[in-house]
Structure formats: C-alpha cells, structure tokens
C-alpha cells in the first residue's frame, strides 16, 4: 500500500474520531430539547456550565484523560456518553474497514451514524418546539461531511 493512500485511510479514521464526539454532542442536545444549535461547537458542563474547550471534546481521550469526571467541578460524566462514542466511532471505522475503503463503505458508515442517531432520538428524544429545525441542521451536519469525506475518496483514487 502506497504512503498516499495510508495516509488518506488514516485521515478518514481520524474524521470518524471526531465524527464520533460530534455525533454525543449533536444526538445529546438533540435528545435533550436543547436551544443551542446541534453544529455549535461550544459546550459547556451540565452541572458547572465550565466551558469544554475543543481539544477536550475530544471523545475517548478527554474521558480518559480526566477519569470520566468534568475537568473543572469533577461532576461524573455518564457511562452511557462514552458508550456512544465508542459505538459511533467503532460502527463507522468497522464499516470502511471491512469494505476496503471504498465509497460504499464510507456512505453506509454515515449511514450507521444516521441509524443510530434516528434510534435514539425515535426511542428516547423529546419533541420539543425546535425538534425539526435542528433535527434537519443536524442532518446537514452530516451531508457537509459526507462531502469531506467524498473529497478525500476522489483524493485516494488519484493516488
């Protein structure tokens, strides 16, 4: 395998990474009936309201990092956030792995996101007022991304 193409594997693996902690962030708020917009990149602890800065949105490795606990109040993360991020990340990454790569692969590993963001939000979400206009933002989210990701694909396929 050609080092353009491993580094184009990997910088999909990554995006899926960061996917993942979008995807708690996005489905989070989503499911809480939330005001702040599921693409906002600020978040702020529920307990404290101490601002997580980007580098510890970082899924797995900020939960790592500070033992599953708010850096700034030591408030219990839950559990369950963990889980879906590990779900998000793995789901996708499974995916393109078993489908080589290939564009078909990346969209059913979007497609799993969407399945289980549709899930949760059909088996637990609340349908407030602005369920809609964020629920459609969220899936804008998404499409911006697949386009990355397609951009990336026409990136392996001409190396």
């Known amino acids: 395998m050609s080092r353009e193409k491993l580094i184009c594997r990997a910088a999909i693996l990554l995006s899926y990474y960061f996917i ?5 962030t996005n489905i989070l708020r989503l499911l809480k009936g939330s005001t702040h917009r599921v693409n906002a990149w600020e978040c702020r602890c529920a307990s404290c309201g101490g601002r997580i800065n980007v580098l510890m949105q970082q899924p797995i490795f900020s939960y790592l ?43 059913l590993s979007f497609a799993f996101f969407e399945l289980v963001r549709a899930v949760l939000l059909l088996r637990c979400g609340h349908r407030e007022e602005h369920f809609v206009s964020q629920y459609i933002a ?18 392996l396929q001409s190396v």
């Open 138 to 155: 969220a899936v804008a989210v998404v499409l911006l991304c697949l386009l990355i990701v397609e951009f990336e694909a026409l990136l």
């Open 65 to 107: 990092v500070f033992r599953g606990r708010c850096r700034y109040c030591g408030a219990p993360i839950p559990k369950s956030t963990l889980a879906l991020e590990l779900t998000v990340f793995a789901g996708m990454s499974l995916i393109t792995l078993l489908l080589g790569f290939s564009w078909l692969g990346v969209l």
């Open 20 to 24: 993942s902690g979008m995807a708690t």
